[in-house]
């Protein structure tokens, strides 16, 4: 039985082996312009796991999975190679991530790059960023008005491409109560609204988005943050707050 310092030193010596093999498939006497490139995919500190890894060529496609920090070796041809990744969400025919309507946005984290293969070999570090905010909502509405209420996000974004680019469609998630949504990245200046709800109406309706970024969030942040909204409700006016920032709106008056 294999101890486990062999075991480590075997982990460790993978990639090496692999490169042994990847060079050792075309001869010094062969041309090199139809050898493959030994492409190296350096995965580290990854955010969530598995994380699925598709590189696609001319006449190339390799798919990998992996779960913890490792390097990967693949062949594609001299031509050039696409190299992307996903964690948290599945790519939908190898290009975008889409978001089922009535709910909110898996947790995505994405990495997308083209590589130059004209050589021999050639490396690339898979930074995966968070193209999804966590927005936890606050809501205290007067107790007087009786139960219940809920808030709903609509939006025009139903989906994320590999590339980061937001996807237009349409977008709702209801929310009972306290709760975490989850956002997709938007388009600085698309819409976003935030409703409070009770069952016979809306009570409420605003620019969740443009309060967001008069907040100070930032829709082109690589790696987007995530937030807390107080919601004040009385009968006269709604209070926001998000960190430092908050905001009195008047109910009489549309936002």
Avoid at 22 to 33: D, F, G, L, P
Avoid at 47 to 60: A, I, K, W
Avoid at 75 to 92: D, F, H, I, M, T
Avoid at 194 to 219: C, K
Wanted: hydrophobic content about 40%; charged content about 25%; overall charge negative.
């Amino acid at each position: 039985m294999f101890s486990e310092r062999l075991l480590t030193a075997l982990r460790k010596a993978l990639p090496a082996l692999l490169i042994l093999l990847v060079e050792a498939s075309c001869t010094v006497k062969e041309s090199r312009e139809d050898c493959p490139c030994a492409l190296y995919i350096h995965l580290e500190s990854l955010p969530l796991s598995p994380v699925h890894v598709l590189v696609t060529g001319e006449g190339f496609r390799q798919e990998v999975e992996v779960s913890r920090d490792t390097v990967l070796v693949v062949r594609p041809p001299k031509s050039g190679a696409q190299v992307r990744a996903v964690a948290g969400a599945s790519l939908e025919g190898d290009e975008m991530v889409t978001i089922p309507y009535g709910y909110d946005s898996p947790p995505v984290y994405l990495f997308g790059a083209n590589v130059d293969t004209s050589l021999d070999t050639a490396s690339v570090n898979i930074l995966l960023q968070k193209h999804f905010c966590n927005l936890t909502i606050l809501f205290d509405g007067p107790e007087g008005w009786g139960e219940p209420y809920w808030t709903e996000v609509r939006g025009d974004v139903d989906g994320i491409r590999w590339d980061g680019t937001p996807m237009e469609g349409p977008f709702s998630c209801r929310l009972d109560g306290g709760e975490r949504i989850r956002l997709p990245r938007q388009r600085p200046e698309q819409l976003l609204l935030l409703d409070i709800t009770m069952p016979d109406r809306v009570v409420r309706s605003f620019n969740l988005g443009h309060y967001l970024q008069e907040a100070g969030f930032s829709w082109t942040d690589p790696d987007l943050e995530d937030r807390t909204l107080e919601i004040q409700l009385s009968v006269t006016a709604l209070t926001l707050r998000v960190d430092n920032w908050s905001r009195v709106i008047p109910l009489e008056i549309i936002v």
